[in-house]
């Protein structure tokens, strides 16, 4: 329910040029997302595929043996999960299981990692919530990953904000929460992206699309330094070998 989906819409509505809701989203006790989805952005509807693809997980819930399973993080971000795979939180996914990438090539792997919170729930995010945020971000550093964390629904969050968009960098209220998700998860300032996503809106608007594309734009920067460092690695092997 913090907006995974309504992100991908969100952008997808940007480059469309129109509100779209191709993936599904909503309000629910429970996450409403139950595969695991690539979807790609196109420049308008005939348009050509724009060079970047954003993937959309099961949300992560509260209590054990809920939510996406920590364990199919792994898969996720080493490319062995198939596009449409169905999540059960009890049981991860399998190396036998049909669709199973063995040998996954480089363009199957997460090159950045969107942890998607609500702005509305920072102060009263649960421990345990706490604690498989820092479980999913352990495994993201040990394979040199870059992280970003998206603040939604800050026009809810905060009256300013709600009353012009454009006051989100001004609102105490937002900087307090950017700053206490800072301290709990042990990230930067710099790598927090408050956004407003389309959930109830008809028509596209500037400054909504501004933060969406700069968000975007955070993501696309990270992927590149994650892509240096494949290089990197790659030149020091050449040089010693």
């Not at 199973?100 to 919530?129: E, G, Q």
């Not at 800050?154 to 454009?166: I, Q, T, W, Y």
Request: one cysteine or more.
């Amino acid at each position: 329910g913090a907006g995974k989906s309504s992100f991908f819409n969100s952008i997808n509505s940007v480059f469309r040029g129109h509100v779209t809701s191709q993936a599904i989203s909503g309000c629910s006790s429970t996450s409403l997302t139950t595969q695991f989805r690539t979807y790609t952005l196109k420049a308008g509807r005939e348009g050509k595929p724009l060079p970047i693809i954003l993937c959309d997980t099961m949300g992560l819930e509260e209590g054990n043996g809920a939510g996406l399973n920590i364990d199919d993080i792994s898969s996720i971000l080493k490319g062995h999960m198939p596009d449409r795979h169905q999540f059960n939180p009890a049981v991860p996914l399998d190396s036998e299981a049909h669709g199973y990438r063995k040998s996954p090539d480089l363009k199957d792997k997460i090159h950045c990692v969107v942890y998607v919170l609500d702005a509305c729930k920072i102060s009263i995010l649960p421990t345990k919530m706490e604690e498989k945020l820092k479980a999913i971000r352990n495994k993201a550093n040990l394979l040199g990953i870059p992280q970003l964390i998206l603040l939604t629904k800050v026009d809810e969050a905060c009256p300013l904000v709600a009353e012009d968009l454009r006051n989100v960098y001004r609102s105490i209220y937002i900087k307090e929460m950017m700053q206490k998700i800072c301290a709990q998860l042990g990230v930067p300032l710099s790598c927090v992206a408050p956004v407003k996503n389309y959930t109830e809106d008809w028509e596209l608007d500037l400054n909504c699309d501004i933060l969406l594309l700069h968000a975007v734009n955070q993501m696309l920067r990270f992927a590149d330094n994650y892509f240096d460092e494949i290089s990197d690695k790659l030149g020091n092997l050449q040089t010693k070998e």
